[in-house]
């Protein structure tokens, strides 16, 4: 198994408030237009990886099956938006993605290692909050097509520690990881007064 030797890790600082819950579970339809932008910001993550280390053979197949993924995620979540007449268009960001991306260092090749860490981390919340999102929905359906996508949130995030894993010392992976795991949960200390995935 890919993950056996890897160390249980609490990845994330600070749980989500339940805070988030509810304003999530009041704005479903504004939540679920994030959720496509989110799915659709994460192929494009995964594909700026592979075309920045082309070279890296393992990152490249490993990332190919991440972008493919979300990929796919993206169209079941616009069909969902489909079904309740939400139409596909731009949304504001909250200011999480922009902060976290600011953490990365533009030196290689901590440049290479924050861009993995990074993008784990978010996987990493993104399937903590779709697992809250399954349980607290009060619509069955959308319920179960949060708690479908769970396993696939947290397989992106091992494999994204797996990759940091791969080219890096794991004592320097799993300091770095500390550090801006504690930057993540600050960023989400305050919540964003938009209803968002990552708000």
Same mark, same amino acid.
């Given at each position: 198994?890919?993950?056996?030797? *890897?160390?249980?890790?609490?990845?994330?600082? /600070?749980? =989500?408030?339940?805070?988030?819950?509810?304003?999530?579970?009041?704005? +479903?339809? &504004?939540?679920?237009?994030?959720?496509?932008?989110? #799915?659709?910001?994460?192929?494009?993550?995964?594909?700026? +990886?592979?075309?920045?280390?082309?070279?890296? =053979?393992?990152?490249?197949?490993?990332?190919?099956? $991440?972008? %493919?993924?979300?990929?796919?995620?993206?169209? +079941?979540?616009?069909?969902?938006?489909?079904?309740?007449?939400?139409?596909?268009?731009?949304?504001?960001?909250?200011?999480?993605?922009?902060?976290?991306?600011?953490?990365?260092?533009? /030196? !290689?090749?901590?440049?290479?290692?924050?861009?993995? *860490?990074?993008?784990?981390?978010?996987?990493?919340?993104?399937?903590?909050?779709?697992?809250? *999102?399954? =349980?607290?929905?009060?619509?069955? !359906? &959308?319920? /179960?097509?949060? %708690?479908?996508?769970?396993?696939?949130?947290?397989?992106?995030?091992? $494999?994204?520690?797996? +990759?940091?894993? =791969?080219?890096?010392?794991?004592?320097?992976?799993?300091?770095?990881?500390? #550090?801006?795991?504690?930057? #993540?949960?600050?960023?989400?200390?305050?919540?964003?007064? #938009?209803? %968002? $995935?990552?708000?």
């Amino acid at each position: 198994m890919l993950f056996d030797t *890897l160390p249980t890790i609490n990845v994330l600082q /600070q749980p =989500t408030s339940f805070a988030w819950v509810e304003q999530a579970i009041a704005n +479903l339809d &504004l939540i679920l237009l994030d959720h496509s932008h989110c #799915e659709r910001k994460a192929a494009g993550v995964a594909l700026n +990886l592979m075309f920045r280390y082309p070279s890296n =053979t393992k990152l490249v197949r490993m990332l190919t099956a $991440i972008a %493919r993924e979300e990929l796919e995620h993206f169209e +079941l979540v616009n069909q969902w938006l489909e079904r309740r007449g939400v139409p596909l268009g731009p949304l504001s960001s909250p200011p999480y993605g922009a902060n976290l991306k600011a953490q990365i260092r533009p /030196q !290689e090749p901590k440049r290479l290692l924050d861009s993995l *860490l990074v993008s784990g981390l978010i996987e990493a919340r993104s399937h903590e909050r779709l697992g809250l *999102l399954a =349980t607290h929905c009060p619509e069955p !359906e &959308l319920s /179960q097509f949060y %708690r479908s996508l769970m396993a696939s949130e947290a397989r992106h995030y091992g $494999i994204y520690w797996v +990759l940091a894993d =791969t080219y890096f010392e794991r004592s320097a992976v799993t300091q770095r990881l500390e #550090e801006l795991a504690v930057v #993540e949960s600050k960023i989400l200390a305050t919540l964003h007064p #938009e209803p %968002r $995935i990552h708000s």
